[in-house]
């Protein structure tokens, strides 16, 4: 049986700096993320990409929302799905409900055209979680996500999966076979050295390729807002 969570007004407080503030320096290093990820795919495919971090409360979330922002300000096609089928928080974000979503998608009970959303942003559709179920990994791993990830991709220029963290459940990992490429978030001066290795370990370990690697909060004291900085 699905869980359904109660929506908190308070976490739809997030803010996308990309959007509020597409001038501003946290906004340009976004866009720096998705440069460097674009010249990344020089000869490969990078159309599908996920999102994770080592641990909770790193700012993976936050970081893909705004990516994808990025992405739909530059005219292309961008559909963000809430993977993270344990704590979803993309439609908070995006001011969303999630009565139906990526849930309901893997059970085929609904199809893609039935629970996707459009955002406030032109280009930027969102698939929400929907409701919580029992067996997260068991539904990515299936057969059935391997289908819905292939008629997004007809659909759409860029694909954007949120994760939970890979440290904590085997969700990223399973997913990581079926993208095209992932992203890993840490936060400066809490993820510990061990916890980002054993992350990227676990990423390697499941075969998928490593794009790079965001440093969150590198320069927090200086700012109240988010700071990011992209390397391979």
């Known amino acids: ?20 503030n597409p001038r501003s320096p946290i906004s340009e290093q976004y866009r720096t993320l998705r440069t460097n990820l674009q010249f990344s795919a020089i000869d490969q495919t990078l159309q599908t990409i996920l999102v994770t971090s080592s641990g909770p409360g790193e700012g993976k979330s936050i970081t893909i929302a705004n990516l994808a922002v990025t992405y739909a300000q530059q005219s292309k096609k961008v559909l963000l799905i ?18 139906r979503g990526l849930s309901n998608l893997l059970i085929d009970e609904l199809n893609i055209d039935d629970v996707v959303n459009h955002s ?14 029992p ?20 659909k759409y220029d860029i694909i954007l999966f949120d994760t939970p963290p890979v440290l904590a459940v085997t969700d990223a990992q399973i ?3 079926i993208v095209d490429g992932a992203l890993l978030v840490i936060r400066s001066g809490e993820t510990e050295h061990a916890a980002a290795l054993k992350a990227k370990e676990s990423l390697d370990q499941a075969k998928g390729k490593l794009l790079g690697v965001v440093l969150n909060d590198q320069q927090k004291n200086q700012t109240d807002n988010y700071y990011y900085y992209y390397s391979h």
């Not at 049986?1 to 509020?20: A, G, N, P, V």
């Open 135 to 154: 067996n997260p990994a068991e539904l990515l791993g299936s057969k059935r996500m391997e289908r819905i990830v292939e008629e997004a991709k007809e």
């Open 120 to 133: 406030s942003i032109e280009n930027l559709n969102v698939i929400t979680c929907g409701p919580i179920p």
């Open 82 to 99: 809430d993977a993270d089928m344990r704590k979803p928080t993309v439609h908070y974000t995006f001011r969303l409900e999630n009565i």
């Open 175 to 177: 997913l990581t076979n």
């Open 1 to 20: 049986m699905f869980k359904r969570k109660k929506q908190s007004r308070q976490s739809s407080t997030r803010h996308l700096i990309t959007h509020l």
